[in-house]
């Protein structure tokens, strides 16, 4: 079955940078979108970025443009988000999912319910 499992979370200051990865197995990799959501206590899961099967479309929400990076390594099913000048609004559980979102539209690509896969999460906390 397909797995997904994250790392690279943990504590940081504000103005750190963090990586985080998800290797997954179970499918074809080189084949699937693969993207990041978070999720802070009490709050909905949301988009962070997603990418391409070929890696040649890359998105991100609004709030971590220009500081986070989504990157994957088809030869290690691997997926990363680099994470640059880390924020207190930052924190939260970090999840991996993949899924086949239509990437023409925010309305899905931003969307949990078009991911049918996702890891166990971690947690990133940044402390101000």
């Known amino acids: 079955q397909v797995q997904l499992v994250e790392s690279g979370g943990g504590l940081v200051q504000a103005g750190a940078n963090l990586g985080l990865s998800c290797v997954a197995s179970?499918?074809?990799?080189?084949?699937?979108?693969m993207a990041w959501f978070r999720q802070a206590p009490g709050k909905e899961r949301e988009f962070v970025a997603v990418i391409s099967w070929s890696g040649g479309v890359r998105l991100y929400a609004d709030s971590v443009k220009g500081r986070f990076t989504i990157s994957r390594d088809n030869a290690n099913n691997t997926v990363v988000l680099q994470m640059n000048s880390l924020k207190s609004e930052d924190t939260a559980g970090y999840y991996c999912a993949t899924g086949n979102p239509r990437l023409y539209s925010e309305r899905y690509y931003k969307s949990p319910s078009e991911y049918n896969y996702w890891g166990q999460g971690t947690q990133v906390t940044v402390s101000s």
């Open positions: 179970g499918l074809t990799f080189s084949q699937s979108t």
